[in-house]
């Protein structure tokens, strides 16, 4: 089982290795369309886009809620694709 967590950051991520590494989104089964997509969003993050001193970015946390349960069909069995923070609805 390869682990990843799930969290945006500047420049790297979204997904990142038990080792607190980026992992290589190239490398792995997600699709082009997905990867493009992850790739985007990843890009648009900031600080103030995560609820932790208000509401954060309603659309933009929405739209890592979907990518996230994309990346987890896209990865299957093989994969756990772990969250830290309560904001990706777990």
Do not use: I
Not at 10 to 15: D, R, V
Not at 68 to 90: F, I, K, M, N, Y
Request: hydrophobic content about 40%.
């Amino acid at each position: 089982m390869t682990l990843f967590e799930f969290w945006p950051d500047y420049g790297q991520g979204p997904l990142w290795t038990k080792e607190g590494k980026p992992a290589d989104l190239g490398a792995l089964p997600l699709g082009d369309d997905l990867l493009r997509s992850l790739m985007d969003w990843n890009a648009q993050y900031a600080e103030n886009r995560l609820p932790v001193e208000g509401p954060g970015d309603v659309s933009w946390l929405g739209e890592g809620k979907v990518l996230l349960h994309r990346v987890r069909q896209a990865l299957g069995p093989g994969h756990e694709v772990v969250v830290t923070e309560p904001w990706w609805g777990e």
